[in-house]
């Protein structure tokens, strides 16, 4: 952390689109991590705009599939496409959503 760009709380707010007061709360909550330097300014590390947004630091790709089908009676016509797109796309066992509308 040590040569951690560090952002100024406004910085910070734009980036994750809260506003000042509620970025006050959470740190009040410690649900933001903060700095304070020397003249006792709060500076918040970049690797909080990460963690608070929820960025994963790790190379996982997810994939999204969306399918669906007319009707209830079709339930099965939605399993067969379910099928497929993970035997296409080698999805194994990623977990897929097809709802039937």
Known sequence: MSNERL???KEFCELVGIKYPTFK???REGKIKVIYTSMGRIRVPYSEVERFLGIRQSNETRVVIYARVSSSDKKEDLKRKKRGFKEENKLSNRILCCKRL
Do not use: F, G, S
Request: aromatic share 16%; no cysteine; net charge positive.
């Open 25 to 27: 709360q959470y740190v």
């Open 7 to 9: 952002l100024k709380p």
